[in-house]
């Protein structure tokens, strides 16, 4: 078959009705993720600029901002639960929101114990 131009390829794919597999998108230019991940998909070589876009995303990745977290709602279960995720100690508002969770649910489950004629 002979070497096309990109207008005969383009007209080609267009009469025999195949689909553009960008659907119209342009292609991500180099520098980015997306980049970095077409060059991975097709086994094209990669670029320091792809490589380097592809570690800065890796690295930012699920670590939130200050500025993207929500507050921490002192004094309540929820509050402390939030300081655990991050890796906090709970402060003293958070510590007796918890106590007081943990000692209303002692009691309720001690007062279904009693309720039904067994304590355990």
Request: with cysteine.
């Amino acid at each position: 078959m002979p070497d096309l131009t990109d207008a005969q390829l383009d007209q080609l794919i267009t009469d025999i009705g195949l689909k553009d597999p960008h659907r119209g998108q342009p292609i991500a230019p180099c520098g980015t993720q997306s980049a970095y991940t077409r060059h991975v998909r097709n086994g094209e070589p990669i670029d320091d600029a792809c490589r380097k876009a592809n570690t800065e995303a890796k690295r930012s990745k699920g670590t939130p901002t200050p500025s993207r977290r929500k507050p921490i709602a002192h004094g309540t279960l929820a509050g402390y639960r939030q300081h655990k995720y991050r890796g906090e100690s709970a402060c003293a508002e958070c510590l007796e929101g918890h106590r007081l969770y943990v000692r209303d649910r002692d009691r309720k489950l001690a007062a279904a114990r009693w309720a039904r004629g067994g304590a355990r």
